[in-house]
């Protein structure tokens, strides 16, 4: 009798433990309809005037692609910060995605709006590849390139810069522009970017704050060709702080000041990429081609 109950007990144990292993298959089988998400990941800034290049951006995104979600991401924690303390709250890409995997997103495109694949590029890369690994969460999530990716990249973009250089700039004026520069092997992009200008217009020059050419080089090619007056304008995203502090601040060290001792009149803009239209298609674009792969 007990070797009865035994064996009865045994076999409902194992009828239990088949009813939960196929309940469980089925449940990581079934399909799911897909929900697709946007997420644009910059640096960020806390200039309420560079902030409206971000709003010309998520308008555009959300014209071409108004059907899916838009979110946005701050890759500075220090930008984040200042930003809280004004009451408003951005998120990391890392958050924005943890939250975008809590509503039940299931394909992300990550678009990237730095002007090239440099570290902050390359970690978001990482991260999001993490993400898509995680078991239980997104199906995919793919990052779109950087502004500059390729050579009709760079193309676009140098057509696009020149069509907004001031109308009152003479031709033996200057135009310098400053991209943030990078450690990175990527910086070389800036270099082949002053290439592409100069293959247009010869007083056209791109310097870095944080790489190659600095400068020193810049103003020293300028000295050479004895150009006296030079029109300063950001060649990244928004004209935040390196725009008004590095590139056009009252300082000693700015490029503004660099220039003005050695001679040279300097007319600064404070306009970044994202205030064309022109350029800001170049992100959508490759937005496009991340997009176009769920499909």
Same mark, same amino acid.
């Given at each position: 009798?007990v070797k *009865?109950?035994?064996? @009865? @007990?045994?076999?409902?144990?194992?009828?239990?433990?088949?009813?939960?292993?196929?309940?469980?298959?089925?449940?990581?089988g *079934? !399909?799911?309809?897909?929900?697709?998400?946007?997420?644009?990941?910059?640096f960020?800034?806390?200039?309420?005037?560079?902030?409206?290049?971000?709003?010309?951006?998520?308008?555009?995104?959300?014209?071409?692609?108004?059907?899916?979600p838009?979110?946005?991401?701050?890759?500075?924690?220090?930008?984040?910060?200042?930003?809280?303390?004004?009451?408003?709250? @951005?998120?990391?890409?890392?958050?924005?995605?943890?939250?975008?995997?809590?509503e039940?997103?299931?394909?992300?495109?990550?678009?990237?709006?730095?002007?090239?694949?440099?570290?902050?590029?390359?970690?978001?890369?990482?991260?999001?590849?993490? +993400?898509?690994?995680?078991?239980?969460? +997104?199906?995919?999530?793919?990052?779109?390139?950087?502004?500059?990716?390729?050579?009709?990249?760079?193309? !676009?973009?140098?057509?696009?810069?020149? !069509?907004?250089?001031?109308?009152?700039?003479? !031709?033996?004026?200057?135009?310098v522009?400053?991209?943030?520069?990078s450690p990175?092997?990527?910086?070389?992009?800036?270099?082949?970017?002053?290439?592409?200008?100069?293959? $247009?217009?010869?007083?056209?020059?791109?310097?870095?704050?944080?790489?190659?050419?600095?400068?020193?080089?810049?103003?020293?090619?300028?000295?050479?060709? $004895?150009?006296?007056?030079?029109?300063?304008?950001?060649?990244?995203?928004?004209?935040?702080?390196?725009?008004?502090?590095?590139?056009?601040?009252?300082?000693?060290?700015?490029?503004?000041?660099?220039?003005?001792k050695?001679?040279?009149?300097?007319?600064?803009? +404070?306009k970044?990429?994202?205030?064309?239209?022109?350029?800001?298609?170049?992100?959508?674009?490759?937005?496009?081609?991340?997009?176009?792969?769920?499909?």
């Amino acid at each position: 009798m007990v070797k *009865r109950n035994a064996m @009865l @007990l045994l076999q409902i144990l194992l009828i239990v433990m088949l009813l939960t292993t196929t309940a469980t298959a089925s449940e990581h089988g *079934r !399909k799911h309809t897909m929900k697709k998400g946007i997420l644009l990941v910059t640096f960020g800034t806390s200039h309420p005037q560079a902030q409206e290049a971000f709003k010309n951006i998520d308008k555009q995104v959300r014209d071409a692609y108004p059907n899916i979600p838009v979110r946005w991401a701050y890759t500075s924690t220090i930008i984040r910060k200042k930003l809280a303390q004004k009451g408003i709250h @951005l998120d990391s890409p890392e958050v924005a995605l943890a939250k975008m995997m809590d509503e039940g997103f299931t394909h992300i495109a990550a678009q990237s709006l730095h002007t090239i694949s440099g570290e902050e590029f390359h970690d978001l890369v990482r991260n999001a590849r993490a +993400f898509a690994d995680m078991a239980g969460g +997104f199906d995919s999530v793919l990052v779109g390139s950087p502004l500059l990716g390729t050579d009709e990249d760079l193309r !676009k973009v140098t057509e696009a810069i020149i !069509k907004h250089i001031p109308k009152e700039r003479k !031709k033996q004026d200057a135009v310098v522009l400053m991209g943030h520069g990078s450690p990175h092997p990527s910086n070389a992009f800036y270099a082949a970017m002053m290439y592409r200008f100069q293959q $247009k217009d010869p007083n056209i020059f791109v310097g870095t704050v944080e790489g190659f050419p600095e400068i020193d080089h810049i103003k020293a090619m300028l000295l050479k060709k $004895k150009i006296k007056k030079a029109y300063l304008i950001p060649f990244m995203s928004v004209a935040g702080d390196h725009a008004r502090n590095d590139m056009a601040g009252d300082e000693e060290d700015s490029w503004k000041s660099i220039l003005t001792k050695a001679g040279i009149k300097c007319v600064p803009i +404070f306009k970044g990429t994202a205030d064309y239209d022109e350029i800001v298609a170049v992100w959508i674009d490759h937005l496009g081609s991340v997009l176009s792969r769920f499909d």
